[in-house]
């Protein structure tokens, strides 16, 4: 086990010991509770936005118009590379796409 030496306004702090294992466990409590706080207000903002009708997420690499031409162009059984060359995008976006038809 590392020691942890912590400096205070007041001074030296020590980790080790009952002493020092109530404060480190007071302050990761402390921590974990902002933290929590932090998510929540993350979460409560990405729903007002939401709610908004603003769109959360990442932005689709290709239009509609493109989706729909790979997925015309992998339905002829052109290569997923070829068609993802065409788009400069990886082949597992058009791999994705794909996927995502089927369900």
Do not use: W, Y
Not at 4 to 10: I, Q, R, T, W
Not at 57 to 81: E, I, N
Request: aromatic share 4%.
């Amino acid at each position: 086990m590392r020691a942890l030496h912590v400096f205070a306004c007041a001074g030296h702090i020590a980790f080790g010991g009952a002493q020092g294992r109530l404060l480190s466990s007071r302050l990761a409590g402390i921590a974990e509770f902002e933290r929590e706080l932090i998510r929540e207000r993350a979460g409560e903002g990405r729903r007002r936005a939401m709610a908004n009708g603003i769109k959360v997420g990442r932005k689709p690499k290709l239009s509609p118009f493109q989706r729909a031409d790979a997925l015309k162009r992998r339905a002829a059984s052109d290569t997923l590379t070829a068609i993802a060359k065409t788009f400069a995008v990886d082949k597992s976006t058009i791999s994705h796409l794909r996927g995502a038809e089927l369900r």
